[in-house]
């Protein structure tokens, strides 16, 4: 079992940055992939990037590519998601995930095998 508790939503403006973490407990953190989904009001969830065991691989979303970046503190059982130059469409609840599996490119939902409450971000025009 492992438990994921986001931090570090909030309000920004079109063109600003915000800052997620992701504080995991329980399991072996380094056994786990670990990324981050999102899901605007009305919409399906969206895989937004992940970064592999050791923290050398990531693999992000067309949609955020070049904006966002992915990072993880095996030491300190954390992953971040920096977001940079956000935009409106950048709305949504942002949920930290973690996966048993170490290969890239899994973008489904279902993919994952646990997941965390959520956090807010909210990006005005």
């Known amino acids: 079992q492992v438990q994921l508790v986001e931090s570090g939503g909030g309000l920004v403006q079109a063109g600003g940055s915000l800052s997620l973490s992701c504080a995991a407990s329980?399991?072996?953190?380094?056994?786990?992939?670990m990324g981050w989904f999102r899901q605007a009001p009305g919409k399906e969830r969206e895989f937004v990037g992940r970064?592999?065991?050791?923290?050398?691989?990531?693999y992000y979303a067309d949609s955020v590519k070049g904006r966002f970046t992915i990072s993880r503190d095996n030491a300190k059982n954390t992953v971040h998601l920096q977001m940079n130059s956000l935009q409106p469409e950048d709305t949504a609840v942002y949920y930290c995930?973690?996966?048993?599996?170490?290969?890239?490119?899994?973008?489904?939902?279902?993919?994952?095998?646990?997941w965390g409450q959520g956090t807010q971000v909210t990006v005005s025009s």
């Open positions: 970064v592999s065991r050791g923290g050398t691989k990531m």
């Open positions: 329980g399991s072996s953190f380094s056994n786990y992939a």
């Open positions: 995930v973690a996966d048993r599996l170490n290969y890239s490119g899994r973008t489904n939902p279902s993919d994952y095998d646990y």
